[in-house]
């Protein structure tokens, strides 16, 4: 590269199909004088069938290697990717992003412009939504990483600093709140983090009418998250709070009412039941109100804000046991 500082693109994936979008537009983006030093695709499928589509990286696939994690999860894959890398600057993508065309040369603008104490350069993601009807509950969701601090969908660390803070928690299984532990102990080493001005295309992905129950296991991460950084870890992360507080209440009601009702106390177990029925309603149209409301959006809406809410609760209740013990990594010496 002329001039540019020079950097690595690590990709953890897990054999999707969109993986061969993410290299081919790597490889469009990036012309010779912004080439990566190197492409490290780790596969983290457990047991991996088929080969990876490595033939869409063009006329990256000479500096292209893989790595195998076993199905450890994202922070072990990105942390072996890492490790790997002998650049300056380590870049992470996601496999279900696409980086735009001029991508790399705003990345080297990004990571030139720089100063020596900045650790870390964000992407800025665009998440396109239909244009000819309003964005399902899921896709709103998606379209949420647009505003996500330090997402590693599209994010640049000096290698030097990941390797000061020992790189990602690999205590956090999932691709959740493994990149804001991240960046609140790069801020805790010294290290700025900013936006940069590069742009990355975050497409929404197909998913089935429960994948939002599903996404309440992170709720054990935001646990891990308290237990590692305090209370206060959402304002300093810049996350948002969601609606915990509010799911642990209507919890507590569907719980009180045949609690009451078995020890004779009708009218109160009738108030309790009432209350959670409200609870529940005022959740489900808070997600249908801003979206198609088609009936079959409308019918997942209601289906799924009846057990959210004592799911997030359990998956909460549950880190903060399994995560009783747990400390922050120590920075390197």
């Known amino acids: 590269m002329t001039g540019a ?3 690595s693109v ?3 994936t897990i054999g999707r199909p969109c993986l061969a979008d993410c290299l081919r537009a790597l490889a469009e983006a990036t012309g010779p004088d912004y080439a990566p030093e190197a492409v490290v695709v780790v596969d983290d499928r457990p047991e991996p069938t088929g080969e990876l589509p490595l033939e869409a990286a063009g006329d990256l696939r000479g500096r292209l290697r893989t790595l195998r994690t076993g199905g450890r999860g994202p922070a072990a894959a990105r942390n072996a990717g890492w490790r790997t890398v002998r650049s ?3 870049v992470f993508l996601d496999d279900d992003v696409q980086v735009r065309s ?3 040369r705003r990345l ?3 990571l030139g412009s720089a100063g020596a104490g900045t650790g870390g350069v964000q992407g800025r993601l665009r998440v396109p939504l239909p244009e000819d009807r309003r964005p399902t509950d899921w896709e709103r ?10 997402a590693t969908a599209d994010m640049a660390y000096r290698t030097a600093a990941l390797a000061e803070v020992d790189g990602f928690d690999e205590r956090f299984g999932r691709a959740f709140r493994e990149d804001a532990d991240l960046a609140l102990r790069m801020r805790e080493a010294g290290w700025a983090l900013r936006r940069g001005r590069r742009t990355t295309r975050h497409p929404v992905r197909e998913a089935d009418a429960w994948v939002s129950v599903r996404a309440q296991r992170g709720n054990a991460d935001d646990a891990l998250m308290t237990r590692l950084h305090g209370p206060d870890w959402w304002a300093r992360a810049q996350a948002p709070r969601g609606r915990l507080p509010r799911h642990a209440l209507v919890t507590s009601l569907a719980l009180t009412a045949p609690a009451l ?8 177990a009738t108030l309790a039941a009432a209350l959670w029925a409200l609870g529940t309603a005022e959740f489900a149209l808070a997600r249908i109100k801003p979206g198609p409301r088609t009936p079959q959006e ?3 809406m209601v289906a799924t804000s009846v057990v959210i809410p004592p799911l997030a609760v359990r998956h909460w209740l549950g880190g903060l046991v399994r995560h009783r013990s747990a400390t922050p990594l120590r920075s390197t010496p």
């Open 298 to 300: 409308v019918t997942t």
């Open 88 to 90: 300056p600057w380590t």
């Open 261 to 268: 009702a078995l020890t004779g106390r009708r009218r109160a």
């Open 10 to 12: 690590v990709i953890p």
């Open 102 to 104: 001029d991508w790399s």
């Open 5 to 7: 500082p020079a950097y």
């Open 108 to 110: 080297a603008d990004d």
């Open 141 to 150: 969701g998606t379209a949420g990483l647009e505003d996500a601090a330090w």
